[in-house]
């Protein structure tokens, strides 16, 4: 059974950093896509960042520059490096992979279980 097993989140002053990792557990499958979204309390899911593959990583207009993905294809582990973090990334933060079982066949969608971010003085 394939899972993706979210760490990483915490509690963090403004202009702190975290580091959030994401790993797909296994076996007979590749990755396609791997991605991060959030969800603040009381708003709505929104795509953070994703990374496919033989592609660039695209990120929403609030993180740029502060907030970097990457990948470790070896190990199936996606991370989101969040610098200068501010009182609106609290959230949720989801990780989401899209599988195949090979070049070109898709095995699914799967999401981890979330976890808190919060960012307060």
């Known amino acids: 059974q394939v899972q993706l097993v979210e760490s990483g989140g915490g509690l963090v002053q403004p202009g702190g950093s975290l580091r959030l990792s994401c790993a797909a557990s296994?076996?007979?499958?590749?990755?396609?896509?791997m991605g991060w979204y959030r969800r603040a309390p009381g708003g709505q899911r929104e795509l953070v960042a994703t990374?496919?593959?033989?592609?660039?990583?695209r990120y929403a207009e609030s993180v740029k520059g502060r907030f970097a993905i990457s990948r470790d294809n070896a190990k199936n582990t996606v991370y989101l490096q969040m610098n200068s973090l501010k009182f609106e990334d609290t959230a949720v933060y989801y990780c989401?992979?899209?599988?195949?079982?090979?070049?070109?066949?898709?095995?699914?969608?799967?999401w981890g279980q979330g976890t808190q971010v919060t960012v307060s003085s």
């Open positions: 989401k992979a899209i599988l195949r079982k090979g070049p070109t066949t898709p095995l699914g969608t799967y």
């Open positions: 296994g076996t007979g499958f590749s990755v396609s896509v």
């Open positions: 990374t496919i593959t033989g592609d660039s990583p």
